[in-house]
């Protein structure tokens, strides 16, 4: 019986360290520091939309980083590629994504989900919708 006791607190220490990875990787304060002058954010508008392409197109990692899915809207940026994680500008191209509507806090937790002046800027586009959106874009 002492072998299923150490199952179980194995396994406990298991989720409680699979928790506190999420927690530091998603949520976490600790370990970014917001950039001093991030790109402008009218602070009047109640929403804003972001173009995602990558980790951002899945509801769970939404769910983990802004603490809903929200609804995701298929949407297209021409003009652009995309190389894994990253678009760089490509005349003939097209990269197919959604759009978010995200209030201001939960653009700030996307900033620090993409570590915004670290590893991504947050630039605005215009979406083949001819809708304006704000798109992560690496360093």
Same mark, same amino acid.
């Given at each position: 019986m002492r072998w299923v006791y150490r199952i179980g607190l194995l396994a406990v220490i298991a989720i409680a360290l699979g928790f506190s990875y999420l927690w530091y990787t998603f949520q976490s304060p600790y370990g970014y520091e917001a950039p001093a002058h991030p790109p402008i954010m009218d602070s009047r508008l109640e929403h804003h939309t972001v173009f995602v392409y990558g980790t951002l197109r899945y509801a769970p990692i939404r769910w983990l980083v802004m603490g809903r899915a929200g609804t995701a809207t298929p949407a297209t940026l021409r003009g652009y590629t995309r190389d894994e994680l990253d678009i760089s500008p490509a005349p003939n191209e097209q990269v197919d994504g959604y759009t978010l509507s995200v209030t201001s806090d939960e653009l700030q937790r996307l900033d620090r989900y993409e570590h915004l002046g670290?590893? $991504?800027? %947050?630039?605005?586009?215009?979406?083949?919708?001819?809708?304006?959106?704000?798109? $992560?874009? %690496?360093?």
């Open positions: 670290e590893r $991504y800027r %947050r630039v605005n586009v215009k979406l083949d919708s001819g809708q304006s959106a704000w798109v $992560y874009q %690496r360093l």
